[in-house]
């Protein structure tokens, strides 16, 4: 069979003449019409009939057009796969895993560098507890793993941690939340709701001995592992949330949230852990440097200057 003779077939049917067909064809009429013939021949009985001045599908003309319909359908599906599939033969895979007590919004920013690595990278990220990422690691099912806390020492996998950069911890409030409890950071917190990070996570157990060690007793109404959870109940107004200082900028537009303060002497610190002691891996390149120079640049930098002024 003809593909061709059926695209013209299909064409006139759904347009509902030869004259229309052959205008979105850019052929003749008289072509379009031997062609349709020609498959009308080989199918073995006429496609059309005159009903007045329109042409009119016949019994077998309706059975072909649904198949031309099917036919032309895969054809267009084939196209689709060959060319998704060219694509991801392209792509070079890039499998994170990213530790659940990480910041959403840090881990972003950490993972987003590897998408300008040429080639055209494809990234597979999972979230879990850091023990079963570093699990995964051992096994070459994951390329890094982005954590708040180096290997620990208790974890039996060959693997190598590579500092990114720190961030102190900022306090921040719905407008509401921060008019009902005024007053000076940070004994604004004493018996105020308050959002923690969850009891597992490096930065929550210094956070408690930070409370302790300044006599504050904020009332804590929720725990998260998951900090995206967190911000939400931070933009309702549930409780001083507690976000990266290195964001502030970035959460306060996002969240609609006031910047209450920012917690000294504690901070929260980052790592990529992966099985290369000497980064070679394109896109744990893009991100260590990004860390390093654009996202905590700032805080590196200012870091040095009040070791500077110490010293001065």
Known sequence: MNYKHLHYFMQVAESGSVAAASR??????????????????????????KVGRR????????????????IFSLGSE???????????????????GVADA??????????????????????VCREWRLERLLAELAVHTLDLVISDSPLPPTVSVKAFSHALGRSRIGVYAAPALRAAWGGPFPECLNGAPLLMPGEDSA??????????????????????????????????GVGFYLGPDVLAGEIQARLQVDAVGVIDGVEEQ????????????????AITRAARAELFGSTLAS????????KG
């Open 78 to 96: 084939l196209e689709a796969a060959v060319r998704q599939s060219a694509l991801t033969a392209r792509l070079l895979e890039f499998r994170v």
């Open 270 to 285: 980052f790592y990529a852990i992966s099985i290369e002691r000497r980064i070679t891996h394109p896109c744990v390149l």
């Open 102 to 123: 990480v910041p959403k919004s840090i881990a972003y920013h950490l993972v987003e560098p590897a998408l300008s690595v040429e080639p055209p990278v494809r990234i």
């Open 303 to 310: 870091r040095r200057g009040r070791a500077a002024a110490r």
């Open 55 to 70: 042409l009119q599908l016949t019994e077998t003309g309706e059975l072909a057009l649904d198949y031309a319909r099917q």
């Open 203 to 236: 930065v929550g157990r210094r956070l408690h001995g930070w409370f302790k060690a300044r006599g504050l007793r904020p009332s804590i109404v929720g725990e998260f592992d998951d900090s995206a959870l967190a911000q939400e109940f931070g933009r309702e």
């Open 24 to 49: 979105q064809l850019n052929l003749t009429p008289q072509t379009v019409s031997a062609q349709i013939q020609l498959l009308a021949e080989r199918l073995g009985g006429p496609l059309f009939e």
